[in-house]
C-alpha cells in the first residue's frame, strides 16, 4: 500500500524546488551570519584603543573609518599604525601606543585633513577666529586622558620625579605638581603630579616619559577613564554649569501631575468651601 | 619571444598589481606622493580622491554619512568599472589574486584535480555573502566584511606589515590549493561578487570566434570562471556573463586566435 503511493508520487513543480533551493541557502547563511556576527562583535569591543587627533566617538569612528591609511603615511613620527590581526583592535583602524610612541602633537596636525570620510574631523582640532576663518589648535584634540596610579608613582612616595610634568607639552597647564609636606622626613616635600582633565589631550609624552618600570601615568581613552555627574548635580555657584540645569528642564517634559483634586487653588477652597 | 608573447596579459597584470603596491608603500616608506593610502581608499597627488565602492556602500549601511572625497571616490571608481573594467578589478588589482593564482598554478603543476575528491559549493555564495554583508553592517554598525576581508588584510599588510594576517593569506593559498580550485576568488569573495554586478554593461569583453577555435579547449582548462566561456566553439559571440575578470588568459593561451578582447556589440548582429 506504501509503495503504491509512493509511486504515483508527483514530481516536484519547478517553484517548490525554487523555493526549497532558496531556503537551503537561507539555512547556511543563517549559521554563517552568526558566525561573522560573533566575530564582528568581539572584534569591535576594543574599549582601550587611543585614536589619533581628531577622532569622532569610537562608535561613530568604527562605522566611519575605511581603514586607508591615509593619517598613518601623514604621520611624521611613525606614532600612527593601523591595527594588525593580532592587535585586538578592530583590524585595519588607526590607533597608536603611547609607550612605544606618543602623539608630538604637530602644530598643523598633518594627519587629520587626508581623511576622506570625516572620521578624523578637522573641525573638532580647529579653532575659530575672530575674522570667522579657522585655524587648526592641536591642543583642542582629545585622544584620551592621562591618569596616574598614585600608588606606583615614585613622586608619591617622597622620591623626586618631575619627568611627566616635564614632558609635557602643555607644562603647568595640563599637569600641575602639587607641593605637600613630607612627614616621614619632616624637611622635604612631596611633589606630586595630578592631571588636568579640561586640559590634558592625550598625547602620552608622559606616559613614554615615565620612569618607572611599567608606567605609573597611562593614556586612557576619555570613555574609559571619565566619569558622569549626571542631571542630578549641578555647581550651584557656577553660572555656566547652572545653565546646564535649565536646559536640561526646557528639554525634558513638565513632570507636574495634575489631577482634579490639584487643579483647585487652595484659596479656592478657604472661600468656597465647605469650612 | 614567444613565450612572453603567451603570457602578455598575465605579465602586465602583474605589473599593474605589483605597481600599485610599490606606488602605495613608497608613499608610506618614503613619502612619495603618487598614489598614497590603499585599496580602501587613496589619493592621486594627493588631489584626485579614489575609494572602494563596496566599503563605501557597507559603511553607509552601518549609519556612516561619509565625508565628500570619500564619496566622489568611491563615484569614480563605480563608473570606471561598470563602463570599462567590469570585473577587472579581480585580475587586474586585487593582490589576492596573485595568491591564488600561485595556488592554482601549483594545482596544474602537481596535477591536484585528477586525484582529489571533488568537493562543490556554489559559486553563488559571493552573492548571498555579499546580500548578507549590508545588513549584517546596519545591525552592527561596522563595514562587516571589511573587518574579516582577506583583500583589505593584504593590501594593508603589504604596505603597513603583515602581522598575523599572513595566517589569513595562507589559509586561502592552501583552500584554494587544495580544496577547492578557485575557491575563494570564484566562490566566496563578494567583492568579486559586487565588481561582477557592477560590471554588469562593461563595454571591455572577450570575443570568441567560432569559425577559428579548434575545440582544444586550453581556454576553458585555464579560466579560473569557466562557466563564462560556456559558448567556446558553439557560436561566435561576446563574454557577456559578468563574472569574467577579464584577466586575458583564455586570449593568450589560445593557439587559433579564436579570443581576443574587443568593444563590447550591443546591438544584436543581424542574423543572416
Known amino acids: ?275 | 619571444m614567444n613565450w612572453l608573447f603567451k603570457h602578455r596579459f598575465l605579465i602586465s597584470r602583474r605589473f599593474v598589481q605589483l605597481s600599485l603596491i610599490l606606488l602605495y608603500g613608497a608613499a608610506n616608506w618614503w613619502g612619495l606622493k603618487v598614489l598614497q593610502g590603499n585599496l580602501g581608499s587613496s589619493s592621486i597627488m594627493g588631489k584626485i580622491p579614489l575609494s572602494d565602492p563596496y566599503a563605501v556602500i557597507q559603511m553607509s549601511a552601518a549609519g556612516a554619512i561619509l565625508g565628500f572625497n570619500a564619496l566622489l571616490g568611491a563615484l569614480i571608481i563605480a563608473v570606471f568599472y561598470a563602463v570599462f573594467g567590469g570585473r577587472a578589478f579581480c585580475s587586474w588589482v586585487c593582490p589576492v589574486n596573485m595568491v591564488t593564482d600561485a595556488a592554482n598554478w601549483l594545482r596544474r603543476l602537481l596535477r591536484f584535480d585528477e586525484a582529489e575528491r571533488k568537493v562543490w559549493m556554489s559559486r553563488n555564495i559571493r552573492y548571498w555573502i555579499l546580500g548578507l554583508s549590508i545588513p549584517l553592517s546596519f545591525i552592527l554598525g561596522i563595514a562587516a566584511f571589511e573587518l574579516i576581508s582577506p583583500i583589505g588584510i593584504l593590501s594593508r599588510g603589504l604596505i603597513y606589515g603583515m602581522g598575523f594576517g599572513s595566517a589569513v593569506i595562507i589559509s586561502v593559498f592552501l583552500f584554494d590549493l587544495f580544496a577547492i580550485k578557485n575557491g575563494f576568488c570564484g566562490h566566496i569573495c563578494p567583492l568579486g561578487g559586487f565588481y561582477s554586478l557592477l560590471g554588469r554593461f562593461s563595454i571591455f569583453r572577450v570575443k570568441h570566434d567560432q569559425q577559428k577555435c579548434t575545440l582544444c579547449m586550453k581556454c576553458v582548462n585555464i579560466c579560473p570562471e569557466r562557466q563564462v566561456l560556456s559558448m567556446v566553439g558553439k557560436k561566435s559571440e561576446f563574454v557577456t556573463n559578468t563574472e569574467c575578470t577579464n584577466c586575458g588568459r583564455c586570449v593568450e593561451v589560445c593557439d587559433d586566435d579564436a579570443l581576443n578582447f574587443n568593444i563590447r556589440a550591443f546591438k544584436k548582429a543581424n542574423k543572416e
Not at chain 1, 598613518?72 to 583602524?93: H, M, N, R, S
Request: overall charge positive.
Open chain 1, 1 to 275: 500500500m506504501n509503495n503504491e503511493s509512493q509511486e504515483v508520487k508527483a514530481p516536484l513543480s519547478e517553484r517548490r524546488k525554487f523555493i526549497i533551493q532558496t531556503l537551503q541557502g537561507v539555512g547556511l547563511a543563517a549559521l554563517g551570519a552568526v558566525t561573522w556576527s560573533a566575530y564582528a562583535t568581539h572584534a569591535k569591543a576594543s574599549p582601550l584603543v587611543l585614536r589619533p587627533p581628531g577622532a569622532i566617538q569610537e562608535e561613530d569612528f568604527l562605522a566611519k573609518c575605511i581603514r586607508c591609511g591615509l593619517c598613518v603615511q601623514a604621520c611624521p613620527f611613525d606614532t600612527l599604525k593601523l591595527a594588525k590581526a593580532e592587535d585586538q583592535i578592530a583590524i585595519g583602524t588607526p590607533y597608536f601606543k603611547p609607550r612605544s610612541i606618543p602623539c608630538y602633537m604637530c602644530k598643523d596636525i598633518p594627519c587629520v585633513p587626508p581623511c576622506p570620510t570625516g572620521a578624523l574631523n578637522s573641525s573638532l582640532v580647529s579653532m575659530a577666529k575672530e575674522n570667522g576663518a579657522k585655524t587648526l589648535d592641536i591642543n583642542m584634540s582629545r585622544m584620551g586622558i592621562a591618569t596616574i596610579d598614585s600608588d606606583q608613582c615614585i613622586a608619591f612616595w617622597g622620591i623626586q620625579c618631575d619627568a611627566c610634568y616635564r614632558a609635557c607639552p602643555l607644562l603647568g597647564t595640563a599637569i600641575v605638581v602639587d607641593h605637600t609636606r613630607n612627614d616621614r622626613t619632616g624637611k622635604h616635600a612631596f611633589l606630586a603630579p595630578r592631571v588636568m582633565a579640561d586640559a590634558c589631550t592625550g598625547c602620552g609624552l608622559c606616559e613614554k616619559a615615565c620612569v618607572t618600570e611599567k608606567p605609573s601615568i597611562i593614556v586612557l581613552p576619555l570613555s574609559v577613564a571619565k566619569g558622569k555627574a549626571g542631571k542630578g548635580y549641578i555647581k550651584g555657584w557656577d553660572e555656566a554649569d547652572e545653565k546646564r540645569m535649565l536646559e536640561d528642564t526646557e528639554k525634558s517634559v513638565p513632570t507636574t501631575t495634575t489631577t482634579p483634586q490639584s487643579s483647585k487653588k487652595a484659596v479656592d477652597y478657604l472661600n468656597n468651601g465647605d469650612l
